[in-house]
């Protein structure tokens, strides 16, 4: 699959070192400079992550919680609107597919971030 480019990907060619193919097949950095260096200025400023290749899928409907329910290994039916659940999809041998964060924003309309 030929490689996939974030909004940022110019910012990251100019600037890391070298870009590897991550999920998705987008490019993304490996590193701008040292992992050390960069562990130094995260926790003396502050640090950024690209993560322009995550998708949001909103789901809405009568069905939307039962359905997010039956897909996710967390339950999700004791969610009120505003809260956010981290959890894990798994296909149907118990192999996880990806981690993903549920938004509940009311009974019936939820966006999940893969």
């Known amino acids: 699959m030929p490689e996939r480019r974030t909004p940022l990907y110019d910012y990251h060619l100019r600037s890391a070192n070298r ?11 490996l590193a701008y400079t040292s992992p050390v260096e ?7 400023n502050v640090g950024m992550q690209d993560l322009s290749s995550m998708g949001e ?5 009568p069905g939307a919680e039962r359905l997010i329910n039956q897909l ?10 505003g809260q956010v659940r981290y959890s894990t999809m798994c296909n149907e041998y118990g192999g996880v597919v990806d981690d993903i964060t549920v ?4 009974d019936e309309h939820f966006m999940i971030v893969t």
């Open 57 to 61: 899928v909103d789901i809405k409907g």
């Open 72 to 81: 996710l290994v967390n339950d999700i039916r004791d969610m009120e609107p």
């Open 38 to 44: 960069e562990h130094f200025n995260v926790r003396a």
């Open 103 to 106: 938004y509940k924003f009311h």
């Open 19 to 29: 870009l590897v193919k991550g999920g998705g097949d987008y490019m993304f950095p």
